[in-house]
């Protein structure tokens, strides 16, 4: 694989001969503060690097759980994510969480051909009645680049189906310990354990893995999509030396 091949396939898709940018890679050009505070927390660049790539692989085998439940299928049994799906189970029961068609919902390829970016949609849902796009995360946070994120998969959607979908949600299904004395709380998503909150002089006694989820709702869709196209922008230029050399790379008529 040459340098460009190797980038086309990291920060984009080719759909039906044309190449086009993955939204995931335009929303990373927004550097958020959090993400500055993971990287300032530790020791250097290949430690945050390592951490980074073990929450990517925890938050991929959370999907692939999540994706199965909501297919239809038995439940995994991996021990180790049980109390995150736990979480997710009762979190779908409360929120009358129905997938309508598996097939055409889940992990949904979304094509803008207008601005030409593609990306996937981890559910298309419908959740106490109404009709949306579903973004899970596995992180310690709900952060801005999200709303770009999702605005961009919920405009790309209704440009290509003929049934709308009406708004967009995060859901972050979360696992830690907390401490039995001091209520610190001990997660480990990252491959090495970080504790959080609690008392700096208390030998912790660790209760069992708990999971916990956060839902939201996110509004302003207009002004997000409009900072998503921004970005997008901005992003090709940041890019502009190797993306000029793709051939077929879809442009704006
Ligand atoms: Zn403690």
């Known amino acids: 694989m040459t340098p460009i091949e190797r980038r086309k396939e990291k920060y984009g898709y080719e759909i039906d001969g044309l190449w086009m940018p993955r939204v995931t890679a335009i929303t ?45 299928e038995k439940c995994t049994e991996d021990p180790e994510i049980a109390p995150s799906l736990e979480s997710f189970l009762q979190w779908k029961n409360e929120y009358k969480v129905k997938v309508l068609s598996p097939k055409d919902s889940i992990e949904k390829r979304v094509v803008d051909r207008e601005f030409w970016y593609a990306g996937t949609v981890d559910v298309i849902a419908e959740i106490n009645g109404v009709r949306g796009v579903l973004d899970i995360k596995t992180g310690n946070g709900i952060w801005e680049t999200y709303s770009l994120q999702t605005a961009a998969y919920l405009r790309a959607y209704n440009l290509q189906e003929k049934k709308k979908c009406e708004t967009r949600w995060i859901l972050r299904v979360d696992q830690y310990r907390e401490c039995l004395g001091c209520l610190a709380q001990k997660r480990e998503k990252d491959g090495r354990a970080s504790v959080r909150g609690g008392k700096r002089f208390c030998n912790h006694q660790w209760g069992p893995a708990v999971g916990a989820t956060e839902f939201q ?33 879809a442009k704006r008529a």
């Open 217 to 249: 709702r996110l509004d302003n869709e207009k002004e997000d999509v409009e900072a998503f196209l921004a970005a997008q922008e901005l992003w090709e230029w940041c890019n502009r030396d190797w993306i000029s050399r793709i051939p077929n790379h």
């Open 28 to 72: 990373s050009i927004v550097l958020t503060d959090h993400l500055l505070h993971y990287y300032a927390r530790h020791r250097s660049f290949s430690d945050v690097r390592e951490r980074l790539l073990n929450s990517a692989r925890w938050g991929t085998r959370l999907h692939e759980a999540i994706a199965n439940i909501l297919r239809g």
